[in-house]
């Protein structure tokens, strides 16, 4: 019995990959002739997690995957209403799921500057005044990159909030 296209195309959609290349390294080595030679190149494209590899030993075609799990982020910032001197406080808490080390990266939009832009606990100082976004891009030994954000607002010295007192 022959899978039509679309099931193929569905299981990729799911990122169930790993189903989709056994299938197909078992229909090819297997010499199924409803699988058309492209199909497997073609749908054996790396999702963002995934890396596959095709290579042909004589008749049969091996196709390996190995699945990659992107780094688990969260991102707080302290405190989220601040002065444009002061600085705010930033931490990623992060994991991998396979445990592969990550590395960090900062990037405010639109201006400001981090202590260490590359460390996992650092401070922010406002450029501006306005509301800015914080992001933290980890990623894993393997490539696999997560990015979350979080939204502060700087504030002018003397800035007094709708209900009369400091803001921060």
């Given at each position: 019995?022959?899978?039509?296209?679309?099931?193929?195309?569905?299981?990729?959609?799911?990122?169930?990959?790993f189903?989709?290349?056994?299938?197909?390294?078992?229909?090819?080595?297997h010499?199924?002739?409803h699988?058309?030679?492209?199909?497997?190149?073609?749908?054996a494209?790396p999702?963002?997690?995934?890396?596959?590899?095709?290579?042909?030993t004589?008749?049969?075609?091996?196709?390996?995957?190995?699945?990659?799990?992107?780094?688990?982020?969260?991102?707080?910032?302290?405190?989220?209403?601040?002065?444009?001197?002061?600085?705010?406080?930033v931490h990623?808490?992060?994991?991998?799921?396979?445990g592969?080390a990550?590395?960090y990266?900062?990037?405010a939009?639109?201006?400001?500057?981090?202590?260490?832009?590359?460390?996992?606990?650092?401070?922010?100082?406002?450029?501006?005044?306005g509301?800015?976004?914080?992001?933290?891009r980890?990623?894993?030994?393997?490539?696999?990159?997560?990015?979350?954000?979080?939204?502060?607002?700087c504030?002018?010295p003397?800035?007094r909030?709708?209900?009369?007192?400091?803001?921060p």
């Open positions: 019995m022959s899978l039509p296209r679309h099931h193929f195309e569905r299981v990729l959609r799911e990122q169930a990959v189903v989709l290349v056994i299938i197909l390294a078992t229909r090819v080595s010499g199924d002739p699988v058309e030679t492209g199909l497997a190149a073609r749908y494209q999702a963002p997690s995934t890396s596959v590899v095709a290579y042909s004589g008749l049969d075609t091996v196709l390996h995957a190995t699945l990659n799990h992107c780094p688990h982020v969260t991102v707080e910032a302290t405190p989220v209403l601040a002065y444009t001197f002061q600085q705010v406080r990623s808490m992060s994991f991998d799921p396979e592969d990550l590395t990266e900062w990037i939009r639109p201006d400001g500057t981090f202590a260490s832009p590359r460390a996992i606990l650092t401070t922010y100082q406002c450029g501006s005044e509301v800015k976004e914080l992001a933290a980890v990623t894993d030994a393997r490539g696999c990159t997560s990015i979350r954000k979080v939204r502060i607002r504030v002018p003397g800035f909030s709708s209900v009369g007192r400091p803001a």
